[in-house]
């Protein structure tokens, strides 16, 4: 069997989420034997290290196009693929070189100019899978809210909403990250929806990453500091701008706030958050640029508390599941485990729905004696050996050739 997977990013190197799971969906076709290729089309300038064989670059006219309308870069990405020359033709010859059995569309994007190349005869009719992070429309709805005139939002999200409905009903197969979003696919015409919920790997941090970090941010008056690591995205802005700011006058002045990942870029975009103000300034340490996975698990072993201020969004958190592997005490909204509702009931899972509540909770854990990293692997082994990427994507490939051996029956048999 041959799967063709396509997004509008590349996934090496792995830093955010999305990259994350596409990558270990891959790699769990490929341990399973199924011949899986990935081909990103994006635009260069956001992942100047993503380029390989297989990238295809947006052109000139589609960049023009995101630069008159940056809040719409992946709907132009996947309206445009078809209209951009050079790039049709060079996903066409991929597409003939792979002579896939099914292809995954990585998020919905890319399914409107993937469906016009069909049914001009450019494309055969391919079984289609779709793979989700979450319900693209509901989860722009909130941010459209926020950064369209009033008069364009509606218009926004029935563009988005006709794109996923379209893609939901033409997909033999439909994944989903949480049983939530999997009600969402089946009322938009999804005929077979199965959930694979976001994952993580065990990972240990290096003695040389541990020691480095501590002689780095334990300076002689630092006690501990809360974490926080997330994505450019502006929902991971608005959770923690609500439930860890706007002031961080109560961390007490021997402890800080650590943000690390492309959050950080929004972060620094706002005075209030910039080292020049007078109190968030003293209290917030920003780790720009790329952080690798032997120095995130580092920071996230050092950490005091794990921070996960997420009240909005779709699908669910990765990095609620990287929070749980590190052993670490977590501070999260009761939103933050959607997806992982049996995970909250842990002792050092800490959920506070209030500003209130969550600066409460960051402050004592600043505060008390600095507790012991909690071996996950002993205490919560069986839960989190299910939420390996390996475990959840050997789960996921009996579903996926169950659900194309009928289309690839009526294929064979026209």
Not at 8 to 20: A, K, L, S, V, W
Not at 137 to 162: D, F, G, Q, T, V
Request: with cysteine.
């Amino acid at each position: 069997m041959r799967i063709l997977q396509i997004g509008t990013y590349p996934i090496q190197p792995r830093t955010h989420g999305g990259q994350r799971r596409v990558g270990a969906i891959l790699d769990g076709y490929r341990r399973h034997g199924i011949d899986a290729q990935y081909v990103p089309f994006f635009v260069a300038d956001n992942y100047p290290t993503g380029r390989n064989g297989s990238a295809i670059l947006a052109g000139p006219q589609t960049l023009a196009k995101i630069a008159r309308q940056p809040l719409f870069e992946d709907l132009i990405l996947g309206e445009g693929l078809d209209d951009d020359s050079e790039a049709c033709a060079q996903f066409l010859k991929l597409y003939r070189e792979c002579r896939p059995d099914a292809l995954q569309f990585e998020q919905p994007f890319l399914w409107a100019a993937v469906k016009r190349l069909r049914e001009s005869g450019f494309l055969p009719l391919t079984p289609v899978i779709y793979s989700s992070q979450n319900v693209e429309c509901r989860m722009k709805e909130e941010i459209y809210a926020r950064s369209l005139p009033p008069a364009e939002r509606e218009p926004a999200l029935l563009r988005l909403r006709a794109l996923e409905e379209d893609l939901s009903q033409h997909a033999q197969l439909v994944i989903a990250v949480t049983e939530a979003d999997a009600r969402r696919f089946r009322e938009m015409g999804a005929r077979h929806c199965v959930v694979v919920r976001n994952g993580h790997d065990r990972r240990q941090p290096s003695p040389a990453a541990v020691a480095r970090w501590r002689e780095q941010l334990f300076d002689g008056w630092l006690r501990g500091y809360a974490f926080f690591v997330s994505s450019y995205h502006q929902p991971n802005f608005y959770g923690f701008d609500e439930l860890v700011g706007p002031s961080l006058g109560y961390i007490p002045p021997d402890g800080r706030i650590i943000v690390a990942g492309g959050v950080t870029g929004l972060l620094s975009q706002h005075e209030r958050y910039s080292s020049a103000s007078p109190v968030n300034g003293s209290r917030l340490h920003l780790i720009t640029g790329a952080v690798s996975d032997d120095d995130m698990a580092a920071l996230l072993h050092l950490a005091r508390a794990i921070l996960l201020p997420i009240t909005s969004g779709g699908g669910s958190n990765l990095k609620t599941v990287e929070a749980l592997f590190s052993g670490r005490p977590i501070v999260a909204s009761s939103y933050a485990f959607r997806g992982y509702e049996e995970c909250a009931s842990l002792p050092r899972v800490h959920l506070c729905d209030s500003p209130a509540e969550f600066h409460a909770s960051v402050q004592r854990l600043l505060t008390q004696p600095l507790a012991p990293a909690e071996p996950a692997q002993e205490t919560w082994d069986d839960a989190l050996d299910r939420l390996t990427w390996p475990a959840l994507t050997d789960s996921l490939v009996p579903q996926v050739r169950a659900a194309l051996e009928p289309a690839q029956l009526c294929a064979s048999n026209a």
